[in-house]
């Protein structure tokens, strides 16, 4: 069952989101701060602009999906949304628990007055592209662009 995020959930969001920093591209980069990732789940929850959801089975919160609503520079009347974070616990893997995330965002972004929803797989959690793009032609996304990143040290 997909729901609304309260407060309650913050604990086990944040115990998720701990599995997924350590298996994401910043697992080896960041350092994850329970008591920071505490506090911005609880504030983002409260945040009207943020769409925090879990996923429950069995009274068990086994994913969660968060998005922002935010204007651009050149028109503060128009909104779009990008997704922020998405995870499901491995073992809970599911397109129909992701397409319904999906869904759930699309219906929020629509009352929202959002014009265009992003999402962007960079998690490498899972970094099949071929079925993420499947995924997200099948639900009306359409490739925009590609993600780059640059690690940086203190090595010289």
Same mark, same amino acid.
């Given at each position: 069952?997909?729901?609304?995020? +309260?407060?309650?959930?913050? %604990?086990?969001?944040? @115990?998720?989101?701990?599995?997924?920093? $350590?298996? /994401?591209?910043?697992? #080896?980069?960041?350092?994850?701060?329970?008591?920071?990732?505490?506090?911005? +789940?609880?504030?983002?929850? %409260?945040?009207?602009? @943020?769409?925090?959801?879990?996923?429950? $089975?069995? /009274?068990?919160?086994? #994913?969660?999906?968060?998005?922002?609503?935010?204007?651009?520079?050149?028109?503060?009347?128009?909104?779009?949304?990008?997704?922020?974070?998405?995870?499901?616990?491995?073992?809970?893997? /599911?397109?129909?628990?992701?397409?319904?995330?999906?869904?759930?965002?699309?219906?929020?972004?629509?009352?929202?007055?959002?014009?265009?929803?992003?999402?962007?797989?960079?998690?490498?959690?899972?970094?099949?592209?071929?079925?993420?793009?499947?995924?997200?032609?099948?639900?009306?996304?359409?490739?925009?662009?590609?993600?780059?990143?640059?690690?940086?040290?203190?090595?010289?």
């Amino acid at each position: 069952m997909i729901r609304l995020a +309260t407060k309650d959930d913050a %604990k086990a969001i944040v @115990k998720i989101a701990f599995l997924f920093h $350590k298996l /994401s591209q910043f697992g #080896g980069v960041t350092t994850y701060n329970f008591k920071d990732a505490l506090i911005y +789940t609880l504030n983002g929850i %409260k945040n009207k602009n @943020k769409l925090w959801m879990v996923c429950e $089975k069995d /009274s068990e919160v086994i #994913g969660f999906f968060v998005a922002g609503k935010h204007h651009p520079p050149w028109n503060s009347n128009q909104n779009l949304s990008s997704e922020e974070l998405f995870f499901l616990l491995p073992e809970h893997k /599911s397109p129909r628990i992701a397409l319904n995330f999906f869904k759930e965002w699309e219906k929020w972004c629509v009352s929202h007055g959002v014009v265009q929803m992003s999402f962007t797989p960079t998690s490498f959690v899972d970094d099949n592209l071929n079925r993420w793009d499947g995924f997200c032609n099948h639900i009306g996304f359409k490739k925009g662009g590609i993600y780059y990143k640059k690690v940086l040290t203190n090595e010289v």
